[in-house]
């Protein structure tokens, strides 16, 4: 039987999957559409069967990044480069997240790292705030990426 921390640390990652998917689109300034989530899901499902296997921390972000390049560049045909750029900007962005929400956890709710990474239901609540940092650090880079083009096509 699958305890409930790890159906929410499974959520988790379909939802981190959905979101860096998201965050590359925004960042390429492409159109969302329905490959966001097909995308993210699959992403999720690559990311989780990765960090199931018996390799170094490490190794894991590297491997997460090329898949994420790969699932980029086949489904929207972009630019190498491009879909390069745009994946480490969104990696970047999940990486302050973690950052960020690790920080106030530890220093202003006094909560212990090993609470933070013990398994339980508790620790994966907590990891779902990064994720709604994530999403308030997309909209605001949405809507300010949105207001700069508006002026610019006036």
């Known amino acids: 039987m699958v305890d409930g921390a790890?159906?929410?640390l499974i959520?988790?990652?379909?939802?981190?999957?959905?979101?860096?998917?998201?965050?590359?689109?925004?960042?390429?300034?492409?159109k969302l559409d329905k490959k966001v989530i097909y995308t993210g899901v699959l992403h999720g499902i690559f990311i989780?069967?990765?960090?199931?296997?018996?390799?170094?921390?490490g190794v894991h972000t590297i491997l997460?990044?090329?898949?994420?390049?790969c699932l980029i560049?086949?489904?929207?045909?972009?630019?190498?480069?491009?879909?390069?750029?745009?994946?480490m900007g969104a990696f970047i962005i999940v990486a302050f997240c973690d950052w960020a929400s690790l920080f106030?956890?530890?220093n202003i709710f006094n909560v212990g790292v090993e609470q933070l990474l013990d398994g339980s239901v508790?620790?994966?609540?907590?990891?779902?705030?990064?994720l709604f940092m994530m999403i308030t650090i997309l909209l605001l880079i949405k809507y300010?990426?949105?207001?700069?083009l508006d002026g610019y096509n006036r």
């Open 144 to 148: 300010i990426k949105g207001r700069t």
């Open 48 to 57: 989780n069967i990765l960090r199931a296997l018996p390799i170094s921390f």
């Open 73 to 87: 560049s086949i489904i929207t045909k972009e630019m190498m480069i491009k879909v390069i750029s745009n994946v």
């Open 6 to 8: 790890k159906i929410v």
């Open 104 to 106: 106030v956890y530890t």
């Open 64 to 69: 997460s990044l090329i898949i994420t390049i």
């Open 11 to 30: 959520i988790r990652q379909l939802l981190e999957g959905i979101l860096v998917i998201w965050g590359v689109y925004i960042l390429s300034s492409k």
């Open 122 to 130: 508790i620790s994966s609540l907590y990891s779902l705030g990064p």
